[in-house]
Protein backbone atom coordinates (compact mmCIF):
# COMPACT_ATOMS: atom_id res chain seq x y z
CA UNK A 1 0.00 0.00 0.00
CA UNK A 2 3.00 2.38 -0.03
CA UNK A 3 2.25 3.43 -3.17
CA UNK A 4 -1.21 4.69 -2.40
CA UNK A 5 -0.79 8.45 -2.31
CA UNK A 6 1.59 8.28 -5.53
CA UNK A 7 -1.48 8.78 -7.31
CA UNK A 8 0.05 10.72 -10.35
CA UNK A 9 2.23 10.31 -13.11
CA UNK A 10 3.50 12.80 -15.76
CA UNK A 11 3.60 12.37 -19.16
CA UNK A 12 5.57 13.25 -21.57
CA UNK A 13 5.60 13.33 -25.55
CA UNK A 14 9.09 14.29 -27.07
CA UNK A 15 8.50 15.06 -30.59
CA UNK A 16 11.01 16.20 -33.34
CA UNK A 17 9.85 19.94 -32.97
CA UNK A 18 7.78 20.21 -29.39
CA UNK A 19 7.57 18.41 -25.96
CA UNK A 20 4.36 17.98 -24.48
CA UNK A 21 4.07 17.37 -20.48
CA UNK A 22 1.51 16.74 -18.30
CA UNK A 23 0.59 15.20 -14.76
CA UNK A 24 -1.49 12.68 -15.47
CA UNK A 25 -4.10 11.38 -12.87
CA UNK A 26 -5.52 7.34 -13.15
CA UNK A 27 -8.80 8.58 -14.46
CA UNK A 28 -6.33 9.45 -17.33
CA UNK A 29 -7.50 13.77 -16.83
CA UNK A 30 -4.36 15.95 -17.71
CA UNK A 31 -3.61 18.63 -15.46
CA UNK A 32 -1.05 21.25 -15.37
CA UNK A 33 -0.15 20.73 -19.37
CA UNK A 34 3.39 22.09 -20.42
CA UNK A 35 4.46 22.80 -23.94
CA UNK A 36 8.57 23.64 -25.13
CA UNK A 37 10.17 23.88 -28.21
CA UNK A 38 12.05 20.92 -28.87
CA UNK A 39 15.81 21.96 -29.76
CA UNK A 40 17.37 19.65 -31.10
CA UNK A 41 20.09 21.34 -33.14
CA UNK A 42 21.13 22.27 -29.68
CA UNK A 43 22.56 18.45 -28.74
CA UNK A 44 20.67 16.12 -26.65
CA UNK A 45 21.61 17.24 -23.24
CA UNK A 46 20.11 20.07 -23.87
CA UNK A 47 16.74 18.70 -25.09
CA UNK A 48 16.58 16.77 -21.88
CA UNK A 49 17.37 19.80 -19.67
CA UNK A 50 14.10 21.32 -21.24
CA UNK A 51 11.82 18.11 -20.91
CA UNK A 52 12.84 17.73 -17.29
CA UNK A 53 12.07 21.21 -16.75
CA UNK A 54 8.84 20.86 -18.51
CA UNK A 55 8.10 18.16 -15.95
CA UNK A 56 9.23 20.01 -12.84
CA UNK A 57 6.85 22.77 -14.85
CA UNK A 58 3.74 20.65 -15.24
CA UNK A 59 3.80 19.17 -11.81
CA UNK A 60 4.03 22.54 -10.30
CA UNK A 61 1.41 24.18 -12.37
CA UNK A 62 -0.57 20.81 -11.53
CA UNK A 63 -0.68 21.94 -8.07
CA UNK A 64 -0.22 18.35 -7.34
CA UNK A 65 2.42 18.15 -4.38
CA UNK A 66 5.61 16.46 -6.00
CA UNK A 67 5.29 13.45 -3.00
CA UNK A 68 2.42 12.39 -5.20
CA UNK A 69 4.64 11.54 -8.19
CA UNK A 70 5.04 7.79 -8.91
CA UNK A 71 6.55 8.10 -11.89
CA UNK A 72 7.54 9.49 -15.42
CA UNK A 73 6.62 8.32 -18.96
CA UNK A 74 8.65 9.47 -21.98
CA UNK A 75 7.43 8.90 -25.52
CA UNK A 76 10.53 9.55 -28.17
CA UNK A 77 10.35 9.41 -31.84
CA UNK A 78 12.71 6.17 -32.46
CA UNK A 79 13.37 2.59 -31.45
CA UNK A 80 13.66 2.56 -27.75
CA UNK A 81 14.84 -0.39 -25.43
CA UNK A 82 12.28 0.10 -22.61
CA UNK A 83 14.38 -2.22 -20.14
CA UNK A 84 17.46 0.13 -20.09
CA UNK A 85 15.66 3.09 -21.69
CA UNK A 86 18.55 4.04 -24.35
CA UNK A 87 17.13 6.01 -27.08
CA UNK A 88 18.39 3.46 -30.37
CA UNK A 89 18.29 6.30 -32.85
CA UNK A 90 15.86 9.08 -33.30
CA UNK A 91 16.62 10.71 -36.64
CA UNK A 92 14.22 13.70 -36.13
CA UNK A 93 16.50 14.50 -33.04
CA UNK A 94 19.58 13.44 -34.89
CA UNK A 95 20.32 11.14 -31.67
CA UNK A 96 22.34 7.72 -31.39
CA UNK A 97 22.37 5.70 -28.44
CA UNK A 98 21.35 8.36 -25.96
CA UNK A 99 20.53 7.12 -22.39
CA UNK A 100 17.54 8.93 -21.66
CA UNK A 101 16.42 6.81 -18.74
CA UNK A 102 19.55 7.45 -16.71
CA UNK A 103 19.91 11.23 -17.79
CA UNK A 104 16.50 12.14 -16.43
CA UNK A 105 16.21 9.99 -13.63
CA UNK A 106 19.50 11.90 -12.71
CA UNK A 107 17.40 15.38 -12.95
CA UNK A 108 14.54 14.72 -12.13
CA UNK A 109 14.28 12.09 -8.66
CA UNK A 110 11.84 10.29 -10.05
CA UNK A 111 11.33 6.56 -12.24
CA UNK A 112 11.28 7.20 -15.51
CA UNK A 113 10.16 5.33 -18.49
CA UNK A 114 10.75 5.73 -22.13
CA UNK A 115 9.08 4.11 -24.89
CA UNK A 116 8.73 4.66 -28.55
CA UNK A 117 6.25 7.42 -29.21
CA UNK A 118 4.15 5.54 -31.84
CA UNK A 119 3.80 2.48 -29.41
CA UNK A 120 2.95 5.07 -26.39
CA UNK A 121 0.32 6.55 -28.51
CA UNK A 122 -1.47 3.41 -29.41
CA UNK A 123 -1.38 2.48 -25.47
CA UNK A 124 -2.78 6.01 -24.89
CA UNK A 125 -5.64 4.88 -27.51
CA UNK A 126 -6.12 1.49 -25.77
CA UNK A 127 -6.26 2.81 -22.42
CA UNK A 128 -8.28 5.75 -22.45
CA UNK A 129 -9.32 6.37 -26.21
CA UNK A 130 -10.58 4.04 -28.62
CA UNK A 131 -9.87 1.18 -27.87
CA UNK A 132 -10.55 0.81 -24.09
CA UNK A 133 -11.50 -2.62 -23.13
CA UNK A 134 -10.30 -4.37 -26.16
CA UNK A 135 -8.00 -7.40 -26.38
CA UNK A 136 -6.41 -6.90 -28.74
CA UNK A 137 -5.36 -3.84 -31.17
CA UNK A 138 -3.40 -2.60 -33.84
CA UNK A 139 -3.07 1.20 -34.08
CA UNK A 140 -1.97 3.04 -37.11
CA UNK A 141 -0.55 6.26 -37.22
CA UNK A 142 -0.61 7.91 -41.08
CA UNK A 143 1.33 11.54 -40.87
CA UNK A 144 4.32 12.33 -42.61
CA UNK A 145 5.20 8.74 -42.51
CA UNK A 146 3.40 5.59 -41.14
CA UNK A 147 3.63 4.33 -37.65
CA UNK A 148 1.97 1.50 -35.46
CA UNK A 149 1.61 -0.59 -32.53
CA UNK A 150 0.57 -3.84 -31.41
CA UNK A 151 -1.22 -4.56 -28.07
CA UNK A 152 -1.41 -8.23 -27.77
CA UNK A 153 -3.91 -9.58 -24.84
CA UNK A 154 -4.04 -5.94 -23.46
CA UNK A 155 -0.17 -5.97 -23.41
CA UNK A 156 2.02 -4.18 -25.87
CA UNK A 157 4.09 -6.49 -27.96
CA UNK A 158 7.87 -5.16 -27.99
CA UNK A 159 9.39 -8.17 -30.36
CA UNK A 160 12.66 -9.97 -30.33
CA UNK A 161 14.97 -7.05 -30.79
CA UNK A 162 12.45 -4.78 -29.38
CA UNK A 163 11.59 -3.23 -32.60
CA UNK A 164 8.44 -4.64 -33.66
CA UNK A 165 5.68 -2.69 -35.32
CA UNK A 166 7.26 -1.42 -38.15
CA UNK A 167 3.85 -1.26 -40.04
CA UNK A 168 5.04 1.75 -42.25
CA UNK A 169 7.44 -0.90 -43.90
CA UNK A 170 5.84 -3.43 -44.69
CA UNK A 171 5.94 -3.82 -48.43
CA UNK A 172 3.05 -3.40 -50.54
CA UNK A 173 4.63 -3.29 -53.97
CA UNK A 174 7.85 -4.53 -54.82
CA UNK A 175 8.05 -2.18 -58.17
CA UNK A 176 6.34 0.91 -56.05
CA UNK A 177 8.19 4.05 -55.06
CA UNK A 178 11.15 4.70 -53.06
CA UNK A 179 10.49 4.51 -49.34
CA UNK A 180 12.58 6.94 -46.85
CA UNK A 181 14.54 3.14 -45.20
CA UNK A 182 15.38 2.75 -48.93
CA UNK A 183 13.30 -0.10 -49.98
CA UNK A 184 10.68 0.27 -53.14
CA UNK A 185 6.68 0.23 -52.32
CA UNK A 186 6.88 0.27 -48.69
CA UNK A 187 3.23 0.82 -46.88
CA UNK A 188 4.48 4.31 -45.88
CA UNK A 189 5.77 5.40 -49.52
CA UNK A 190 2.38 4.99 -50.84
CA UNK A 191 0.06 6.17 -48.29
CA UNK A 192 1.64 8.85 -46.48
CA UNK A 193 1.02 12.70 -46.45
CA UNK A 194 4.60 12.11 -48.13
CA UNK A 195 3.23 9.94 -50.69
CA UNK A 196 0.02 11.93 -51.61
CA UNK A 197 2.36 15.30 -51.93
CA UNK A 198 4.64 13.22 -54.13
CA UNK A 199 1.47 12.09 -56.31
CA UNK A 200 -0.22 15.39 -56.29
CA UNK A 201 3.42 17.00 -57.62
CA UNK A 202 3.83 14.52 -60.16
CA UNK A 203 0.45 15.24 -61.72
CA UNK A 204 0.87 18.64 -61.27
CA UNK A 205 4.31 18.19 -63.59
CA UNK A 206 2.50 16.02 -66.17
CA UNK A 207 -0.35 19.10 -66.26
CA UNK A 208 -3.27 17.95 -64.31
CA UNK A 209 -5.22 20.63 -63.17
CA UNK A 210 -5.55 21.23 -59.67
CA UNK A 211 -6.48 24.04 -56.92
CA UNK A 212 -3.28 22.87 -55.39
CA UNK A 213 -0.96 23.97 -58.26
CA UNK A 214 0.22 27.21 -56.84
CA UNK A 215 0.33 25.48 -53.03
CA UNK A 216 2.31 22.45 -53.96
CA UNK A 217 4.65 24.29 -56.22
CA UNK A 218 5.58 27.34 -53.99
CA UNK A 219 5.79 25.65 -50.90
CA UNK A 220 8.44 22.69 -49.61
CA UNK A 221 6.81 19.68 -50.06
CA UNK A 222 7.19 18.95 -46.12
CA UNK A 223 5.47 22.03 -44.96
CA UNK A 224 2.17 21.70 -46.97
CA UNK A 225 -0.18 20.17 -44.03
CA UNK A 226 -3.04 17.17 -44.20
CA UNK A 227 -5.65 20.04 -43.30
CA UNK A 228 -4.27 21.81 -47.03
CA UNK A 229 -5.21 18.73 -49.10
CA UNK A 230 -8.53 17.66 -46.85
CA UNK A 231 -9.74 21.08 -47.78
CA UNK A 232 -9.26 20.50 -51.62
CA UNK A 233 -10.41 17.37 -51.14
CA UNK A 234 -13.61 18.00 -49.64
CA UNK A 235 -13.91 20.57 -51.91
CA UNK A 236 -14.20 17.79 -54.55
CA UNK A 237 -10.70 18.91 -56.52
CA UNK A 238 -10.62 16.22 -58.63
CA UNK A 239 -6.79 15.16 -58.82
CA UNK A 240 -7.06 15.38 -55.01
CA UNK A 241 -9.89 13.08 -54.84
CA UNK A 242 -7.93 11.09 -56.84
CA UNK A 243 -4.80 10.73 -55.20
CA UNK A 244 -6.27 10.69 -51.38
CA UNK A 245 -8.53 7.87 -52.54
CA UNK A 246 -6.01 6.04 -54.03
CA UNK A 247 -4.13 6.78 -51.03
CA UNK A 248 -6.58 5.17 -48.18
CA UNK A 249 -6.97 2.32 -50.77
CA UNK A 250 -3.61 1.26 -50.10
CA UNK A 251 -3.85 2.32 -46.30
CA UNK A 252 -6.79 -0.33 -46.90
CA UNK A 253 -4.74 -2.94 -48.45
CA UNK A 254 -1.86 -3.01 -45.66
CA UNK A 255 -4.74 -3.06 -42.98
CA UNK A 256 -5.77 -6.03 -44.90
CA UNK A 257 -2.18 -7.75 -44.38
CA UNK A 258 -2.33 -7.18 -40.60
CA UNK A 259 -5.87 -8.37 -40.20
CA UNK A 260 -4.86 -11.94 -42.20
CA UNK A 261 -1.70 -12.00 -40.31
CA UNK A 262 -3.07 -11.19 -36.48
CA UNK A 263 -6.73 -11.31 -36.60
CA UNK A 264 -6.77 -8.78 -33.71
CA UNK A 265 -10.40 -7.06 -32.06
CA UNK A 266 -9.88 -3.42 -33.62
CA UNK A 267 -7.61 -1.09 -35.72
CA UNK A 268 -7.46 2.22 -34.60
CA UNK A 269 -6.44 4.82 -37.03
CA UNK A 270 -4.71 7.81 -35.88
CA UNK A 271 -2.06 10.41 -36.91
CA UNK A 272 -2.48 14.04 -39.37
CA UNK A 273 -3.88 12.61 -42.49
CA UNK A 274 -6.35 10.32 -40.58
CA UNK A 275 -7.54 13.49 -38.56
CA UNK A 276 -7.75 15.55 -41.44
CA UNK A 277 -10.10 13.42 -44.18
CA UNK A 278 -12.15 11.04 -41.15
CA UNK A 279 -14.83 9.02 -41.19
CA UNK A 280 -14.84 8.79 -44.81
CA UNK A 281 -11.13 8.29 -44.92
CA UNK A 282 -11.76 5.36 -42.44
CA UNK A 283 -14.32 3.68 -44.87
CA UNK A 284 -12.22 3.57 -47.80
CA UNK A 285 -9.58 1.79 -45.89
CA UNK A 286 -11.78 -0.36 -43.84
CA UNK A 287 -13.69 -1.01 -47.97
CA UNK A 288 -10.25 -1.82 -49.12
CA UNK A 289 -9.61 -4.14 -46.28
CA UNK A 290 -12.75 -6.02 -46.77
CA UNK A 291 -11.89 -6.92 -50.39
CA UNK A 292 -8.79 -8.26 -49.69
CA UNK A 293 -9.58 -10.40 -46.59
CA UNK A 294 -10.73 -13.67 -45.29
CA UNK A 295 -14.17 -13.17 -44.37
CA UNK A 296 -13.37 -14.85 -40.96
CA UNK A 297 -10.42 -12.37 -40.62
CA UNK A 298 -12.84 -9.29 -41.33
CA UNK A 299 -15.66 -10.09 -39.72
CA UNK A 300 -16.68 -8.42 -36.77
CA UNK A 301 -13.17 -6.69 -36.86
CA UNK A 302 -13.84 -2.94 -36.08
CA UNK A 303 -11.51 -0.36 -37.80
CA UNK A 304 -12.16 3.09 -36.14
CA UNK A 305 -10.56 6.65 -36.00
CA UNK A 306 -8.10 7.31 -32.90
CA UNK A 307 -9.86 9.63 -30.20
CA UNK A 308 -7.15 11.32 -28.27
CA UNK A 309 -5.38 13.49 -31.08
CA UNK A 310 -2.29 15.17 -29.18
CA UNK A 311 -2.86 13.87 -25.97
CA UNK A 312 -2.36 10.09 -26.75
CA UNK A 313 1.46 10.14 -26.78
CA UNK A 314 1.28 11.81 -23.44
CA UNK A 315 -1.44 9.42 -21.76
CA UNK A 316 0.50 6.18 -22.99
CA UNK A 317 3.47 6.81 -21.70
CA UNK A 318 2.29 7.86 -18.56
CA UNK A 319 -0.08 4.47 -18.47
CA UNK A 320 3.50 2.94 -19.47
CA UNK A 321 5.20 4.15 -16.56
CA UNK A 322 2.29 3.89 -13.76
CA UNK A 323 1.70 0.24 -14.45
CA UNK A 324 5.49 -0.44 -14.41
CA UNK A 325 5.80 1.66 -11.12
CA UNK A 326 2.83 -0.89 -9.42
CA UNK A 327 4.72 -3.99 -10.71
CA UNK A 328 7.45 -3.38 -9.10
CA UNK A 329 5.79 -2.60 -5.64
ZN1 LIG B 1 10.39 1.68 -45.98
Same mark, same amino acid.
Given at each position: ?13 ? %? ?35 ? *? ?7 ? &? ?53 ? =? ?7 ? &??? /??? %? ?6 ? %? ?8 GGLIF =? ?5 GFSKA? %? ?16 ? =????? &??? *? ?10 ? *? ?29 ? /? ?62 ? /? ?18 AASLA??? *???? &?
Open positions: MAGKSKDYVVGVDL %GGTKILAGVVAETGEILGRVKAKTAAEAGYRNVLSTL *ATSVDLAIS &ESKIPRPRIRAVGVGVPGPVDPETGVVKIAPNLGWKNVPVKKLLEKQLGLPVLVE =NDVNAGTVG &EHR /FGA %GVGVKDLV %GIFVGTGIG =NGTLYHA %GEIGHMIIDVNGPRCGCG =NKGCF &EAM *ASRTAILRELAA *AIRKGSKTVLTKTVADKNMRQVGSSVIADAF /FRGDKLTVKVVKRAARYCGVGVASILNLLNPEMVVLGGGVVEAFGSEYVHLVAKAARKRTFEVT /FQGVRIVPALLRDDAVLLGREK *AERA &E
